[in-house]
């Protein structure tokens, strides 16, 4: 009921934001999500005993998130400061580990929510419909699963997901998602529609997996508790962090 509820307040929230809210609005909203989602990977870092200053994560990412174009030598030099900010690590043999968990957090969080902004300057219903997609294939997932799931999906890394779910939610994710470009002003073919949608809900459920793959590596079961029934922000977002980029590389 939690999870229900949760989402019933979300889902209007997120569509009030994307189709009617101002830039500002929208752009603080991206930042909000980007930092949340960035604070609780450096948690679930911090669980297998690698710390790295987050001031200096956040920084870095709000910079290449608001940067306007996103500039690829802003990748190189935050890379640099990033293996620099290790040099302060206690032993040296933190050095790489510390280096390189911040900048996977910075491209795993930051660059990915950095896609959201040109898709909603494309049009609001391309970033729609990169993060409804994992609304429909995360329900459709956890019923097909409950109702059909006998084979393991990934055991080692999600014990509770099965193949049978998978298979309904990208079969949920192409019928809506096609429904939904072809319906939209988008006026995308069905063919093409049906495509992204594929494309798109096999990023989110590998998203999925990415994001469980780091949490039972650190021993711990959800990312946060800010979502009641949800967990974290991370564990709620974990799939739009990859449908995002992927999206954008294929209508940008």
Same mark, same amino acid.
């Given at each position: ?5 949760t989402?019933?307040?979300? +889902?209007? $929230?997120v569509?009030?934001?994307i189709? #009617?809210g ?6 603080f909203v991206?930042? =909000?999500?980007a930092?949340l989602?960035? !604070?609780?990977?450096? %948690?679930?870092?911090a669980a ?9 994560g956040?920084?870095m @990412?709000?910079?290449? =998130?608001?940067? $306007? ?11 640099l400061?990033a ?5 302060r690590?206690? $032993?040296?043999t933190q050095s790489?580990? !510390?280096?390189s968990a911040l ?7 930051y @660059? *990915?929510w950095?896609?959201? +902004?040109?898709?909603?300057?494309? %049009?609001?219903?391309w970033?729609l419909?990169?993060?409804a997609?994992?609304?429909? @294939?995360d329900?459709a997932a956890l019923?097909?699963g409950?109702?059909f799931?006998?084979h393991?999906?990934?055991?080692v890394?999600?014990?509770?997901k099965?193949w049978e779910?998978?298979?309904g #939610?990208?079969?949920?994710?192409i019928?809506?998602g096609a429904?939904l470009?072809a319906? *939209? ?12 949608s594929?494309a798109?809900?096999?990023a @989110? ?5 990415a994001? %469980?793959a ?8 959800d $990312?946060g508790h800010?979502l009641?029934g949800?967990?974290g922000?991370l564990?709620?977002?974990d799939?739009t ?6 999206v954008?590389?294929?209508?940008l």
């Open positions: 009921m939690r999870r229900v509820l989402a019933l307040v979300l +889902i209007p $929230s569509l009030f934001v189709f #009617s101002p830039p500002l609005l929208f752009t991206v930042c =909000l999500m930092f989602c960035f !604070e609780e990977y450096s %948690s679930v870092v297998q005993g690698v710390r790295y200053p987050k001031w200096a956040h920084a @990412g709000l910079a290449f =998130l608001l940067a $306007s174009p996103a500039d690829w030598r802003l990748l190189v030099v935050f890379t400061l293996m620099l900010l290790a040099l690590a206690d $032993s040296l790489l580990p !510390e280096a900048v996977l957090g910075l491209m795993y969080i @660059g *990915a950095r896609c959201a +902004i040109p898709l909603r300057e494309l %049009s609001p219903w970033l419909f990169a993060v997609l994992n609304w429909v @294939g329900t019923v097909c409950r109702a799931g006998k393991k999906l990934a055991p890394v999600s014990p509770k099965t779910g998978a298979l #939610s990208l079969a949920a994710c019928v809506v429904a470009l319906w *939209a002003p988008l006026q995308i073919p069905l063919w093409r529609g049906a495509m992204l594929a798109t809900c096999i @989110g459920q590998l998203g999925d997996l994001e %469980s780091l949490k039972r590596g650190a021993g711990v079961k $990312s800010s009641p949800h967990g922000w564990d709620r977002l799939s962090l990859f449908t995002l980029p992927v954008a590389m294929l209508v």
